[in-house]
């Protein structure tokens, strides 16, 4: 299965800045996947970040808010802009894996004061 | 669109008992079906998945899942739990071909008293 490198793995921001997330795959993946993980909730797909096109945002996500980037088959990025107390999640990338599964990244968790 | 449920979002149980977590999902076509575990603290980490065969899947650390085609439902099982089984439990589906975006269920968390 794919090796995901996610970070930072955690970061305290400001209200207002913005903060981004980086994943790098060990392997060229077409798909990769950015999920919220809000606190004591479950997961929640904010986006589908395909190499060569723009990405594919899920109801309630807008890419003012978190513009996705992916240059390249291993490498996105996912920006959380002028963030709000609301923004306090763990964010997780993650990409199809072998057999049909998926990998997740370790997550960045992510509070804003 | 796609929806998954789990019907318990906490249990709280002894060691030893058995464990039956339940999940739904509203798609009527083909699916792929997963559970995840997220432990205190860890990311998450699969469990078992099915894709196609024999329903009953087995996964790691004694845990088994039954996929009902007929009641759109993919429960998980464990026969005696242990206290390192406290965790989050999610079910996930994904539709169709291989590589679609995960539907993630409300998540389960479980208690295993010592």
């Known amino acids: 299965s794919a090796v995901i490198s996610q970070k930072p793995s955690r970061d305290i921001c400001q209200r207002g800045t913005s903060l981004t997330i980086q994943c790098q795959v060990d392997?060229?993946?077409?798909?990769m996947f950015w999920y919220r993980q809000q606190p004591g909730q479950s997961l929640t797909l904010i986006a589908t970040?395909?190499?060569?096109?723009?990405?594919?945002?899920e109801s309630g996500f807008v890419i003012d808010k978190f513009p996705i980037s992916r240059p390249n088959l291993t490498f996105s990025t996912l920006t959380v802009s002028n963030m709000s107390p609301e923004d306090s999640s763990i964010y997780l990338c993650?990409?199809?894996?072998?057999?049909?599964?998926?990998?997740f990244g370790s997550g960045t968790r992510l509070t804003v004061v | 669109a796609q929806s998954v449920s789990q019907h318990n979002h906490h249990v709280i149980l002894s060691e030893a008992a058995s464990l039956e977590l339940g999940c739904n999902y509203s798609y009527g076509g083909t699916v792929n079906l997963f559970w995840y575990v997220q432990y205190p603290g860890q990311h998450l980490q699969l469990l078992l998945k099915?894709?196609?065969?024999?329903?009953l899947v087995k996964g790691i650390k004694g845990f088994e899942a039954e996929f009902i085609k007929s009641k759109f439902s993919f429960n998980l099982r464990k026969p005696s739990v242990q206290w390192s089984d406290t965790a989050e439990y999610f079910c996930a589906v994904n539709e169709g071909a291989a590589g679609n975006k995960l539907t993630f269920g409300g998540g389960t968390r479980v208690l295993v008293k010592p």
């Open positions: 392997s060229q993946v077409t798909m």
């Open positions: 970040a395909n190499q060569g096109s723009e990405a594919t945002y």
């Open positions: 993650s990409v199809p894996g072998q057999g049909r599964g998926y990998t």
């Open positions: 099915y894709f196609s065969g024999d329903p």
